[in-house]
């Protein structure tokens, strides 16, 4: 619960919440099938479930998938095939 509270108090839009929820949804679906996940792994299921992300949200997407990460929401290897999350 204070997990689900900590992360609704982060999120700064519906697009960011849109971003999130995608991304979640995404690992869970693929938590059910494999026992080690990878960023990529789930970069690849969201961009097969939203394609036109590749081109407008890419950024924003492995952005998600690590910060998710990072604050433990899920559990995911790095693969380093991921774009860059600095901004050039």
Same mark, same amino acid.
């Not at 108090?9 to 679906?29: F, H, N, P």
């Not at 693929?30 to 970069?43: C, F, M, T």
């Given at each position: 619960?204070?997990? %689900?509270?900590?992360?609704?108090?982060?999120?700064?839009? %519906?697009?960011?919440?849109?971003?999130?929820? %995608?991304?979640?949804?995404?690992?869970?679906?693929?938590?059910?099938?494999?026992?080690?996940?990878?960023?990529?792994?789930?970069?690849?299921?969201?961009?097969?479930?939203?394609?036109?992300?590749?081109?407008?949200?890419?950024?924003?997407?492995?952005?998600?998938?690590?910060?998710?990460?990072?604050?433990?929401?899920?559990?995911?290897?790095?693969?380093?095939?991921?774009?860059?999350?600095?901004?050039?």
């Amino acid at each position: 619960m204070k997990k %689900t509270v900590d992360l609704f108090g982060r999120i700064k839009s %519906t697009d960011q919440a849109e971003m999130i929820a %995608t991304v979640l949804y995404s690992y869970d679906e693929l938590n059910n099938g494999k026992q080690e996940i990878s960023d990529k792994d789930v970069y690849d299921y969201v961009m097969s479930w939203k394609p036109h992300w590749k081109t407008e949200k890419n950024y924003e997407v492995c952005d998600t998938i690590h910060n998710l990460a990072m604050l433990s929401l899920i559990s995911v290897t790095h693969s380093n095939l991921l774009s860059d999350t600095v901004l050039f």
